[in-house]
């Protein structure tokens, strides 16, 4: 079934909204929550939660594509979620992700702004729109998505190593980025 169409179900407040909305893009918010989260249950109530979140949202609003709108809403979810159960552990993967931006992003407890968080999301997004398609696709699939470097790879018929090295050129390049916007000491 085509988006609109998916949207329209939701705008009509019918239940097979969700029910078309799983059938196209379930397995895609499963992926992105297993990314973030250890465990499947964890995994399958923050899908349960974003369907109750785009029931909520939609409408009023009418996404487009619908795809990335309700990746966002279960990324959100499972970083949250994440958060809530790790505080003080460690999920190897997604602790991992987070290990290899610490280098030339500041974290949250270092911004002492909202302002200056603001401030470096939009950085990084003008930084992303400089970046070929190939280098902005890997690093949106490794620090949004939390996706393995094999997973990848695989997607893009490239070696592991290389998707590495892709990622680390680009990591150093965003860092010389924040540094030359003044965002970083």
């Not at 109530?45 to 009418?62: K, M, R």
């Not at 594509?65 to 958060?83: D, E, G, Q």
Request: proline share 3%; glycine share 2%; hydrophobic share 35%.
């Amino acid at each position: 079934m085509e988006d609109s169409k998916i949207i329209a179900l939701f705008f009509e407040r019918s239940e097979q909204a969700i029910a078309e909305l799983d059938r196209k893009y379930g397995a895609a918010i499963r992926k992105t929550a297993a990314n973030i989260l250890s465990s499947w249950q964890d995994v399958e109530e923050c899908v349960n939660d974003t369907y109750l979140g785009v029931w909520n949202t939609i409408p009023p609003q009418a996404p487009q594509p619908l795809i990335s709108y309700v990746c966002r809403i279960a990324r959100n979810l499972a970083v949250t979620k994440y958060h809530r159960n790790t505080a003080g552990k460690r999920n190897g993967q997604y602790d991992l992700v987070l290990e290899e931006l610490e280098e030339c992003i500041p974290s949250s407890v270092n911004v002492e702004t909202d302002y200056d968080a603001r401030e470096i999301s939009a950085a990084i997004s003008r930084f992303l729109d400089t970046l070929r398609y190939e280098d902005r696709y890997c690093f949106l699939r490794r620090y949004w998505y939390a996706d393995a470097v094999s997973d990848i790879a695989a997607q893009t018929h490239m070696d592991s190593h290389r998707i590495s090295v892709r990622l680390f050129r680009t990591r150093e390049k965003l860092y010389r980025y924040l540094k030359e916007e003044g965002l970083l000491e």
